[in-house]
């Protein structure tokens, strides 16, 4: 495996870990049972029976993402900027900005601006217990900026930024400033199949099962909960 290879698969560990973290850290001090109580509260959530229908989650687990979600968020919804600030804290190394931005557009499938308890477990449900295609399906979503159905090298390329930017420049080994461009080079030649210039959902899905490294960074985050 490439030094490039071996530093993004411990950057997708430390990511699970974080999850982990966020979602487990703080939820001994208070029980369960007031899930619905803060007063504060401005956004309160579909019953858990009903998101535990709509997710992969049991209403138990439901229970401890909700205590976690309201830790970070007491409001019931995090905008952009708050996104933005509880996501600098898992890499204070580097600059993770921009990628907040692109994640935060990912579970703000409303597109009004913020992200309720229901977007984040519904894409949390995808992420950690959906099958192969349904993550290939989340990912795609995620690279899709302007949301058109296929990819261009541009938008590979400010998402592969954004993620070096995000692991620091200061990382050992230190990576090249044209890294990115070398690395979307290289995938978009794999997964731009047809030549045509985009890369189309069936391209994407097909070349990432096909590469034994995707497959096994995707496994990292079956057992974050």
């Known amino acids: 495996m490439s030094q490039c290879r071996k530093r993004c698969k411990r950057q997708l560990t430390k990511v699970a870990r974080y999850f982990y973290r966020f979602l487990m850290g703080t939820l001994t001090q208070d029980s369960?049972?007031?899930?619905?109580?803060?007063?504060?509260?401005?956004?309160?959530?579909?019953?858990?029976?009903?998101?535990?229908?709509?997710?992969?989650?049991?209403?138990?687990?439901?229970?401890?993402?909700?205590?976690?979600?309201?830790?970070e968020c007491p409001s019931g919804v995090v905008n952009e900027e708050n996104f933005k600030?509880?996501?600098?804290?898992?890499?204070?190394?580097?600059?993770?900005?921009?990628y907040a931005h692109f994640l935060f557009e990912a579970f703000d499938t409303n597109k009004n601006g913020s992200v309720s308890f229901e977007d984040f477990v519904f894409g949390l449900s995808i992420i950690l217990r959906g099958t192969i295609n349904d993550r290939l399906n989340w990912a795609f979503n995620l690279y899709d900026l302007n949301k058109d159905g296929c990819i261009t090298k541009e938008?590979?390329?400010?998402?592969?930024?954004?993620?070096?930017?995000?692991?620091?420049?200061?990382?050992?080994?230190?990576m090249m400033d044209d890294a990115p461009r070398e690395h979307v080079e290289s995938f978009f030649q794999k997964m731009d199949q047809n030549r045509d210039g985009v890369v189309t959902i069936d391209e994407f899905i097909d070349s990432c099962k096909k590469d034994e490294n995707i497959m096994q960074s995707m496994q990292l985050f079956d057992n974050v909960i």
Do not use: A, W
């Not at 535990?52 to 687990?61: I, L, R, V």
């Not at 390329?157 to 050992?172: A, N, Q």
């Open 32 to 71: 369960v049972e007031d899930d619905f109580e803060l007063s504060t509260v401005c956004h309160r959530p579909e019953s858990m029976d009903k998101l535990e229908e709509q997710t992969k989650f049991t209403k138990k687990e439901l229970q401890v993402l909700y205590r976690g979600f309201k830790n």
């Open 155 to 174: 938008e590979m390329l400010d998402i592969m930024k954004s993620i070096y930017d995000m692991m620091g420049k200061y990382t050992y080994p230190t």
């Open 85 to 98: 600030n509880i996501y600098s804290q898992f890499f204070p190394q580097g600059d993770s900005s921009m």
